[in-house]
């Protein structure tokens, strides 16, 4: 009996295939690092082979007359130039090509901006001390990190769009500053909707957390989704990350299993082309519930 010929079925399979790849798009995990002593050096933390982008939280005072202060919990103390040592964790991050960026701001400290002026000094010391100026008090030594993460959750909501345009110019420079966010999910985000607005930022990790009306609740994924959507069709950054905690105790609300995030959510937003990957808080909580682990491959 003559063969039957299976173009016809290959081609249909062929296609499917590309079908499924263009509305498919890969992504990276987040992470935050710096709040626990006893989450590892952020050498270790990049060498994992898990995480595209780092953020070193937080500088947690600065703005409006505040001698700027850092904190990385248990990790150095920066009053004794302790932290200069975490230069090598940058470098080696960066060597991997992983981003590292400081994250400015956190739920616990004392920040704002009282105006356009004082956002221009707060970029400035940022170049400065942080990305690729030169001072004699850097905290974290010479290395020069790739960016800056707005985490802002208090003190006022103005200026920041004045920051985030005073740091951008600054990629004018020769190397590009990158600029990151990780606004809550209800929107637009109070503190962060009008810099977001700017265009300016190429990589937003939204809070999916601590906010019932738009986070995973019990088995529903509805709201989420929904949030997701109006966030990626209303902002125009880069890329859009889902911010999740790493383990139940790591936020008071939001946790989503790995199965469900795999299985019943990354499918869906994966399809928008500013799908940008997965944040997770914190490095911390991925240790202990090994979450980054378990969802690396579907990210």
């Excluded at 790493?246 to 989503?256: F, K, N, T």
Aim: with cysteine; aromatic share 12%; proline share 5%.
């Amino acid at each position: 009996m003559a063969r039957k010929s299976q173009t016809k079925p290959t081609l249909f399979f062929l296609l499917l295939v590309l079908a499924l790849i263009e509305t498919s798009h890969a992504g990276g995990i987040a992470i935050y690092w710096g709040q626990n002593g006893n989450e590892g050096t952020l050498t270790a933390t990049c060498a994992t082979g898990r995480y595209a982008y780092v953020n070193v939280a937080f500088l947690v005072k600065f703005g409006n007359g505040r001698t700027p202060e850092i904190n990385l919990a248990g990790h150095c103390n920066p009053a004794s130039n302790g932290c200069t040592a975490v230069s090598n964790g940058i470098r080696s991050c960066q060597s991997r090509g992983i981003k590292v960026m400081l994250s400015i701001g956190g739920g616990v400290g004392s920040y704002s901006l009282a105006s356009q002026a004082d956002a221009k000094n707060v970029a400035d010391y940022l170049w400065n001390n942080f990305l690729g100026g030169k001072s004699s008090s850097r905290p974290l030594g010479d290395a020069v990190l790739d960016g800056i993460d707005f985490d802002i959750e208090l003190g006022s909501t103005q200026y920041w769009d004045d920051l985030a345009r005073y740091l951008s110019a600054y990629s004018n420079q020769g190397r590009k500053v990158y600029l990151t966010a990780a606004p809550q999910c209800p929107f637009p985000d109070s503190f962060l909707g009008t810099a977001l607005n700017t265009g300016l930022f190429d990589y937003v990790w939204i809070q999916f957390y601590n906010n019932p009306p738009c986070q995973y609740t019990s088995g529903n994924t509805n709201n989420l989704i929904n949030s997701w959507n109006r966030w990626t069709s209303s902002i125009n950054a880069g890329k859009i990350f889902l911010g999740l905690p790493a383990a139940p105790a790591a936020a008071g609300s939001g946790y989503i299993p790995p199965n469900v995030l795999t299985s019943q959510i990354l499918p869906v937003i994966k399809r928008s082309a500013k799908y940008g990957g997965v944040m997770l808080w914190s490095k911390f909580y991925d240790d202990r519930n090994g979450y980054s682990t378990s969802i690396v491959s579907s990210v």
